[in-house]
C-alpha cells in the first residue's frame, strides 16, 4: 500500500510540474527528434524545378585581394551568388517536406556526414541539409584562417577558428531549425545555410533548379522552398506509392 | 519555476516523503498544489525587482537588449532572451555557469556601458539578478554547462612572447585584430555581432579593456572559448586537432599580454620636461624617452547631439620644452585613417544603429550615405591663462569665457588655432598660425606633434605660457569612420601641464658647499678640544 502511495504521489507531482507550461519551446520538437516507431519509407518521389520570373538582380562581385591564395582559386572575377539563375530556373533552394509524415515519425540520422567546405574563400556547398543529429563535417581547403559561426535560433551555435588548410572539424545540431546561418568574419562574403530537419525528404535545387526527393512512402504533403533573400513558397502534394510526383515553385524578384 | 514556488514544492515533497498513512499525504498534496500555483502567480522571481529597477533600463524589461537606452549604445545590451554569453568558461555553444554570470555581473564589461554591481548590489542581490536571467531563455532548462579545463599559465618570458608573435601570425589573428593588435586589421571594418550590429574587433593595446580580464589566464580562457555571439571564434577545435598546440595557445596569451602597458595611472598633471632641443616629428626617438601621460576621454553627452559610443577611449600625452618652444605629442589608437573608404561600409552601418538624438527610438533612415568626415583632434588651454585660476567651461568654452584651441583634422591635414566659445563656436585667429604640427598614422595608430613658442609672436591672438605654472589643458578626439564630428565625439575633463623649471646652478652648489662647512666647523670644534686637553694635561701627561 506504502510503495502504491509512493508511486501515486509521484505521479501526481510529475503531473503538477508537468501541467506548469513553462516548458513550451523546445519541448514538442524534443518529442519529434526522440523516441517513437522509424518512420515510413518507400519508393515514391516528389521532383521538380524552381523557376524565377523576371529578371535576376545582378550577384554583387567579392573582392578578394587582400586574399591572393583564394583569389587564384577563381578563373574570373569571383562573385556572391545570392541569386543563381540559369534560363530562368533558380538554383540553391532548399525543398523539404515540411508535414504530412506519419505523427510521431522519426528518422535516424544519417552515419554518413553532410560535409561543408572553405574553398576559395568561398562555402561549398553554400545551402544544403542534414537530418537532426547528422554529423556535419567542416573542412577548410584553404591556406588562410576562416571561422565558420553558425547563428542559430532553436539550436545552440558555435563558433570555431579554423587557421591551416586540411583541417576539420565535426558538429551537429539537435532541434529541427529551417535554416541555421553560418558565416565566416574573417571574410564578410561567405554565407551558407543549412536546413536541419527531422526526416530525409529534402534536396536543394541544382544550378538549373531542377531537383528530386525520393524514397518517400505514399502521401499528401506539405513542401515547403526556401531561398536566402526571397522566403519560402509552399505546395502541396499527393504522392502516390511508388510513384513520381512533380512539383514546380516560383520565386521572383518582387515575391 | 520561481524560486519561492520551487521552495513551497520542495517542502510539500518533503512532507510527502515523510508521510506514513496515505490520506493524510494525498490531502496534503492536494493542499499544497493550490498554494503552489497561487505562489507561482502571486510571487514575483526575487531578482525581478531588482533587474527591474538596475538592469532593464539598457536590457529591456524582457531582456531582450531593448531597453530604453538601447538605441544609444555600442555594443547594444546583452540580450538574454538568447542565452548566447560571451565571457565563459565553456566550450563555444555552451551556456555560461552561474558563476560566469555572476562574474560578469561583479565586474562589469570595460569598454562598453555595463559597469560592475560589486559596490552597488550585494552578494544575494547579484545572485538573485544571476537567477531572474536564466529565466529569459529556455536553454537555461536544460543540463548544466561543462567547464573547460583551462590549466595553468607556462612561465613567461621574451622568448615566450617571440614565440607567441610567431603563432599569432601563423593564426592570422591580425585579420580583425591588425599586426600592432589595434584592432585595425583588413577583416575589422566588416565585422558584426549575432543581432548583425558593428562590432570592433579588441584593441589589444588596451588590456585595461579586455572583457573578461586582462591577465594571461584570462587572454587564454577567451582563445579557448571564444567569444560567442561576436566574431571572436573558439581555438579549443585548432589545439584538439593539433593544428596548434596548447603551449602555442598560451604563448599567443602571453604576446597579446605583452602587447599593452599596466593599467595606467591617471595623473592630474602633465609633466613637459626640459631639453636642449624640440623633436621634429612625432616619430622621432626622442619621445620615447620622454614620460607619457594616459588621459582617458569619454563620449560627449553633455549637450545634444550626444554621442555614447566613442571610439577614443583614451589618448597618451607627452610633453617637451626648450625654454623657447613647447612641444606635445599626442597619440591614440584609430583603426582607421579617415577618410578611408574601406570603413565606409562601417559608418553606413553605425549610422543606421546609433540614435544621436534624445529619443529612445531607434534612428531614422540616415541621409545616404553618411557623412564621411575626417578624424580630429582638439588641444584646448584656457584663452586667458595666468589670470584664470578657475578655467572656462570644460567643453568647449563659452562666449563670455572662451578658450585658446588647436583644432587638428585629418583631411585635409591641417591644424587651425583660434578662439573656442562651445562646441561648434570656433572662430580661427586672422594671421599666420603660431603652431606648428605633424601628423602621422601607422598601424592603427595617430601621433599628432604641436609646437609652439611660449611666448607667441602675437600675444593678443593666442597666451604666453610659462614655466613654473600648472596650465589647465583639455582634449577632444574623434573618428570620423565613427560617424564622429566636432560635437559627437569623446571629450576629457581639465587636466594641467607643467613646464618644468630650469634647475638653478646653485641646487647644486649648495649642499657641497653646505657639507663642507658642516665638515669643517667638525674638524674645527674637535681640533680645538684636542688642543685644550693636551694644554690641561700639562706635564702629567708624558710621565703616564
Redesign the interface.
Known sequence: MKRLTAIVCCGLVLAACGGGGERAGGGEEEAAAGGGAAGPTGSGSISGAVRFTGTAPANPTIDMSEEPACREKHSSAPVNPKVVVNNGMLGNVFVYVKSGLPAGATYPAPTTPAVIDQNGCMYDPRVFGVVVGQSIEIRNSDPVLHNIKAVPSANRGFNISQPTQGMTTTRRFDTPEVMVPLECNVHGWMNAWVGVVTNPFFAVSAQDGSFTIGGLPAGTYEVEAWHETMGTKTATVTVGEGAAATVEFSFGPTT | ?TRAAGRQ?GRA?HQ?AHC?H?LP??VL?LAA?PS?RLA?QQQPHPGKPIYDRWCAGCHGETGAGDGEAAPHMLPRPRDFT???YQIRTTA????PTDADLRRVIDEGMPGTAMPEWRTRLTQGERDDVVAYLKTFS??F?GPAPEVLNLGRAPSGGEEAIAQGREAFQ???CF??HGEAGRGDG??AP???D?LDFPIRAADLTESWNFNGGSTVEAIYARLRT?L?G??????S??VE?G??TDEQLWRVSQYVRSLSEEPPRVREVIRAARTTGIPADPADSVWFQVEAFYIPLVGQIVRAPRWFTPSVDGIWVRALHDGQRFAIRISWSDPSRSPDSTWQEWLNRVAATVARDDTTAAPPAPPAPPVHGPDRLVVQFPRQVEEDLDPPYFLGGSPRRPVYDWRWSSNPDRVEEGTGMGLDRFAASAGATQVTHAARFARGEWQVQFTRALVPADTAAAPAFAPGYAIPIAFRAADGSNGEDAVGGSISAWYAIYLDVPTPGRVYVQPVVAAMLTAGLGFFVVFRAQRREQRAAGPYSEES
Not at chain 2, 563555444?92 to 551556456?95: D, F, I, N, Q
Not at chain 2, 561576436?230 to 581555438?235: A, E, G, H, Q, V
Open positions: 519555476m514544492g515533497a510527502l506514513t496515505p499525504a494525498i498534496f498544489l503552489y507561482a538568447k542565452g548566447v563555444s555553444g555552451a551556456l529556455r536553454f532548462q601563423k593564426l592570422e585579420k580583425c583588413t577583416s566588416t565585422l558584426t549575432d571564444g560567442d561576436t566574431p571572436m571564434p573558439s581555438f577545435d585548432a586537432s593544428v596548434i
